[in-house]
T-cell receptor, first 108, second 119 residues
Framework: GQNIDQPTEMTATEGAIVQINCTYQ??????LFWYQQHAGEAPTFLSY????GLEEKGRFSSFLSRSKGYSYLLLKELQMKDSASYLC?????????FGAGTTVTVRA | DADVTQTPRNRITKTGKRIMLECSQT?????MYWYRQDPGLGLRLIYY???????NKGEISDGYSVSRQAQAKFSLSLESAIPNQTALYFC??????????????????FGEGSRLTVL
């Protein structure tokens, strides 16, 4: 099975940087995903890591260490529209399992 | 139009009623999934299907059943709804193994969600 942990809530100021950590223990590993979900809406894909290291995509970056079972999502130059839940998900051979999500609140 | 469409989007029903949530997709993906989302618990997998007639249980399949009679359609049924099945339900699709691996992800594409309330 999968055990995926991430903080419940984080608060940051507009223009700042926030790092959301995710740790996992899985029976199989074929990649780690980050999704963004605004309240009442469907999750949308942000990033994918399958090899160790940093993947950068605009203001968002994601890091993976497979040996440590650890990932983080880095949100830079925070904007009010970044207020949302961020879901860490791990893929085994067949399916994606999700963490409970981290709600990020951006304050002016 | 959305690539992954769920109906109904909202439904209020009573305990003991039979409910069906339907999902259709135009992405041409082989793999389809049903998740439910509850506050503080995240997305949990109910059932998944990798092809027509292929059905696999997820982590919380009790009280649910599914049908995959066409590549584009995957329906979720609650035979006798109970209040603790009140949740937001998402259908999702992904490319099959080789295609997904070639693109390097196999990411999920979600429908807009179906909010179900059981009184």
């Amino acid at each position: 099975g999968q055990n995926i942990d991430q903080p419940t809530e984080m608060t940051a100021t507009e223009g700042a940087i926030v790092q959301i950590n995710c740790t996992y223990q899985t029976s199989g590993f074929n990649g780690l995903f980050w999704y963004q979900q605004h309240a009442g809406e469907a999750p949308t894909f942000l990033s994918y890591n399958v090899l160790d290291g940093l993947e950068e995509k605009g203001r968002f970056s994601s890091f993976l260490s497979r040996s440590k079972g650890y990932s983080y999502l880095l949100l830079k130059e925070l904007q009010m529209k970044d207020s949302a839940s961020y879901l860490c998900a791990v893929r085994d051979d067949y399916k994606l399992s999700f963490g409970a999500g981290t709600t990020v609140t951006v304050r002016a | 139009d959305a690539d992954v469409t769920q109906t109904p989007r909202n439904r209020i029903t009573k305990t003991g009623k039979r409910i069906m949530l339907e999902c259709s997709q135009t992405k041409g993906h082989d793999r389809m999934y049903w998740y439910r989302q509850d506050p503080g618990l995240g997305l949990r997998l109910i059932y998944y299907s990798f092809d027509v007639k292929d059905i696999n249980k997820g982590e919380i399949s009790d009280g649910y059943s599914v049908s995959r009679q066409a590549q584009a359609k995957f329906s979720l049924s609650l035979e006798s709804a109970i209040p603790n099945q009140t949740a937001l339900y998402f259908c999702a699709t992904s490319e099959s193994g080789l295609a997904g691996e070639a693109r390097g992800s196999g990411e999920l594409f979600f429908g807009e969600g179906s909010r179900l309330t059981v009184l």
